[in-house]
């Protein structure tokens, strides 16, 4: 009697393992991205719309988002800011690949030169609630907190002509704050 019960323990608890893995192979991050441009003045406003491409560490995979699914007005000194949902934890993200793409590309204006906008960095924030056993009581406590990680270009600030773009790597430290 007592081999059954440790088989039937045992097998349960790989069967949770195997739960817990699948349910952790389809976590989704929701992440709210901010890009600055620069306040240089090397360059006029655009209409346009911010691409971005999420790059995990140790591979050669990437996630593609449209940041501005309309197109926007990038001036100098700006902020955009959107959502995006990756399967990407943020620890494990190697860059951000920035692209951006004028609202009318086949514009005869810039038939011989591409415009360019510069940008000084990208900001990705991850807010989360967790559960944590409590000693004290005896039921889980929640704790809410988030992760926030700039990426940075190899020169600052950086020109992207229409069409291109630029790899921004993780600058700084990881902030993480709970609550």
Request: glycine content about 6%; aromatic content about 14%; some cysteine.
């Amino acid at each position: 009697m007592m081999t059954y019960q440790v088989s039937a323990f045992a097998l349960a608890i790989v069967f949770f393992a195997n739960i817990s893995y699948i349910v952790n192979a389809d976590q989704a991050f929701y992440y709210n991205v901010a890009v600055q441009t620069s306040g240089s003045t090397k360059f006029s406003a655009h209409e346009g719309k911010l691409k971005l491409s999420v790059v995990r560490i140790g591979e050669e995979t990437t996630e593609d988002f449209i940041l501005t699914p309309r197109a926007v007005n990038l001036t100098m000194n700006s902020r955009y800011t959107g959502e995006i949902k990756s399967s990407i934890g943020l620890a494990n993200i190697k860059s951000v690949y920035l692209s951006w793409t004028l609202a009318t590309p086949n514009s005869p204006d810039f038939a011989t030169e591409k415009p360019s906008i510069y940008f000084d960095e990208i900001v990705l924030e991850y807010w989360y609630t967790t559960s944590v056993p409590a000693v004290i009581y005896g039921y889980p406590k929640q704790i809410e907190g988030h992760r926030l990680q700039k990426f940075c270009p190899s020169t600052q600030p950086i020109g992207i002509e229409h069409a291109n773009g630029a790899s921004f790597h993780a600058c700084g430290p990881m902030v993480e704050q709970t609550y």
